[in-house]
């Protein structure tokens, strides 16, 4: 068996009121002075006003910053980083979607290493530690909490950016479902077919591991069997709590299993369009994974049997095709966008997208099946 590496935040918390255990773990790193980075949809959810009812006994001194945009700039982690570096503080929480969470990640870096977060876009290339974090997740999507990555829009560059460093890892991630029950219909849809993304990909990946294949699958059942759920009634606590734990382990899986063509070609629909992550990437999970089936027949065919096909009977090929046709109806079922010419992107625009796309080779490498150029380009064509 090869060796492989395996990362995970210091303690993570999962379950109905976790949040409460914020209190004692603050208190276990003697901080004192808290920068809680949020935006303004938590803001008015009244869910920032939760973590700081959490902390109000602890005496520690909490700056609120909310100003953090959805799929965040270059720009607004800077300007977070710099208001984090106005004042002594000793730690930084995140609370939010993925876009809270990769600022809080970015800031609590930037605190303690010289220059812009553009320096460290790539693999390992922070020097020191940031100031201790604590994340937060309050949507069932990015598995952001869990993972060594964080994200920025380049809006120059036009392109998505992907810093991946263990400094990124939180001491204490806190999953509590319940954060997830004000998350609009349309916002829950999406991220959990993020959250589902993350699980295949990292499934089929080839760094894939027997380790992050027991999250992925773990993580693809109980996306698929709750996400419906979730959005038809975002009050169900029973399938939030599963949503919750499967975008949390499809997160420990894409963490250490990496993801593939989908997000390669997700980040220049998000950089040059600002179509939202999760429908980016749901939007073409189903053509990527035609393309990449031939390349694992046995793996796609699990995925069909974790999403409730029954392939009794089928031939391998015919069983792992299964597994798409269960994402599109998933898809479609739960009312995401399906096809690009619906989320206004113009035709003209796809070579353009392709040649930022084939781009992304930290992921391209992980995909089952090998890509080039034209590859991508009839990926695209296929979903417009
Ligand atoms: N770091 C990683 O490992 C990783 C992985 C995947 C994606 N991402 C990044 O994460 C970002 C997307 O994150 P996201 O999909 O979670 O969306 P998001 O953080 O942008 O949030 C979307 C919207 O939902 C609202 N919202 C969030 N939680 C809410 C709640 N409980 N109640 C009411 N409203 C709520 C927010 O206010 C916001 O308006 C992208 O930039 C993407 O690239 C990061
Ligand atoms: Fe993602």
Redesign the pocket.
């Known amino acids: 068996m090869k060796v492989f590496p395996f990362s995970l935040p210091g303690v993570i918390y999962l379950g109905t009121d976790s949040l409460a255990k914020l209190s004692a773990e603050v208190e276990k790193m003697g901080a004192n002075k808290v920068f809680l980075i949020t935006?303004?949809?938590?803001m008015?959810?009244r869910?920032a006003q939760k973590v700081e009812d959490c902390l109000a006994d602890n005496g520690v001194e909490i700056t609120v910053y909310s100003e953090?945009e959805?799929?965040?700039s270059v720009e607004n982690v800077e300007r977070a980083a710099n208001e984090l570096k106005k004042g002594d503080y000793d730690l930084v929480i995140g609370l939010?979607?993925?876009?809270?969470?990769?600022v809080a990640?970015g800031s609590a870096v930037l605190a303690n290493n010289e220059g812009s977060i553009l320096d460290y876009v790539g693999v390992e290339l922070i020097p020191k530690p940031g100031l201790p974090l604590v994340l937060i997740?309050?949507?069932a999507?990015?598995?952001?909490e869990v993972?060594k990555?964080?994200?920025?829009?380049d809006v120059k560059a036009q392109l998505?950016k992907g810093v991946v460093s263990e400094y990124?890892l939180p001491r204490v991630a806190i999953v509590d479902p319940k954060?997830?029950?004000?998350?609009?219909a349309k916002?829950t849809a999406?991220?959990g077919m993020?959250a589902l993304t993350?699980a295949i990909e990292s499934y089929t990946s080839l760094k894939a591991t027997i380790q992050t294949d027991l999250y992925a699958l773990e993580a693809i059942k109980l996306i698929s069997g709750s996400l419906r759920r979730v959005v038809a009634d975002g009050s169900d606590l029973e399938a939030r709590e599963k949503m919750a734990a499967g975008s949390m382990f499809a997160?420990i899986s894409?963490?250490n299993a990496g993801v593939g063509a989908v997000h390669a070609l997700a980040y220049p629909l998000?950089g040059q369009f600002g179509v939202?992550?999760?429908v980016a990437n749901a939007l073409l999970l189903p053509y990527v994974m035609e393309f990449n089936v031939i390349g694992d027949l046995e793996k796609f065919k699990n995925v069909a049997v974790a999403m409730g096909q029954v392939v009794t009977g089928k031939s391998d090929r015919e069983a792992a095709f299964m597994a798409l046709t269960a994402v599109q109806e998933l898809s479609k079922d739960i009312g995401i966008p399906q096809s690009l010419k619906e989320v206004e992107v113009p035709k003209e625009a796809l070579e353009k997208l392709s040649l930022a796309a084939i781009d992304v080779k930290r992921l391209l490498n992980n995909n089952p099946r090998q890509v080039e150029l034209d590859d991508i380009r009839k990926i695209y064509q296929a979903a417009y």
């Open positions: 935006d303004k949809g938590l008015d959810a869910v953090v959805r799929e965040p939010g979607g993925g876009s809270p969470l990769d990640k997740p309050t949507t999507g990015t598995g952001a993972t990555n964080a994200i920025f829009t998505k990124l954060l997830t029950v004000s998350v609009p916002i999406a991220t993020d993350h997160g894409l963490a998000g939202s992550h999760g």
